[in-house]
């Protein structure tokens, strides 16, 4: 099946500063998801994006699928980003989302 | 729309007990599936449904069952609790019924098997 790695697997900033985050996935994909699960658990919708790019704020995302990866990009990094951000990728052929081990992110004020 | 809806929040088993977990959405979604989430580390894929009446399973569903009778419920029971089930579970939807387009979760349900 399909694999998906995510990188870098922690990451510890300083308020205000700027991050890119890495999702690789093995087979080509129809779905491409990022979430950010906060500290209480919750699952956070950021970006649906299977290809593109899409901006949102201080966030942005650029997916290559024929290169098969995926960017996550966090400028301006905030306490309330902290979490660990998941991509979830759907492989072309089937009905199942395989997600990535996620990275873990610790914004410092 | 109250979108994804998972009960109980928080449920204690015993080894060998049974439950169901109960998801629901209000948003006329075909696709729903089951992830469970051990401490540390992603979700993992159940089971999944594309519309009523059709499931299949994903990369972990020893030990659990599912049924989709309506297009809004999906429930996942557990056959015979074990401690390697604890666990937090997530239900989510999606709006093509081949898991096209944007998942959204429910809250999860804490479960633990002692």
């Known amino acids: 099946g399909i694999q998906v790695e995510q990188s870098p697997p922690d990451l510890i900033l300083q308020e205000g500063a700027n991050s890119t985050l890495r999702c690789n996935f093995s087979?080509?994909?129809?779905?491409l998801q990022w979430f950010h699960q906060n500290p209480w658990g919750q699952l956070i919708n950021l970006f649906y994006?299977?290809?593109g790019t899409k901006q949102n704020g201080r966030l942005s995302a650029t997916t290559v699928a024929t290169e098969r990866y995926s960017l996550l990009y966090i400028s301006s990094s905030q306490t309330t980003d902290s979490g660990v951000y998941f991509c979830?990728?759907?492989?072309?052929?089937?009905?199942?989302?395989?997600f990535g081990t996620g990275t873990r992110l610790k914004v410092l004020a | 729309n109250a979108g994804v809806t998972q009960t109980p929040k928080f449920q204690v088993l015993k080894t060998g007990q049974s439950m169901t977990l109960q998801c629901a959405q209000d948003?006329?979604?075909?696709?729903m599936s089951w992830y469970r989430q051990d401490p540390g580390m992603g979700l993992r894929l159940i089971h999944y449904?594309?519309?009523?009446?059709?499931?299949d399973q994903g990369e972990v569903p020893n030990g659990y069952n599912v049924s989709r009778s309506t297009t809004e419920d999906f429930p996942l029971r557990l056959l015979s609790a074990a401690p390697s089930q604890t666990s937090v579970y997530f239900c989510?939807?999606?709006?093509?019924?081949?898991?096209?387009?944007?998942?959204?979760f429910g809250p999860g349900t804490r479960l633990t098997v002692t």
């Open positions: 989510a939807s999606s709006y093509g019924g081949q898991g096209a387009g944007e998942q959204y």
């Open positions: 087979d080509s994909v129809n779905n």
């Open positions: 994006i299977p290809s």
């Open positions: 979830a990728v759907r492989a072309s052929g089937t009905y199942k989302y395989i």
């Open positions: 948003m006329n979604h075909e696709y």
């Open positions: 449904s594309v519309g009523a009446g059709i499931t």
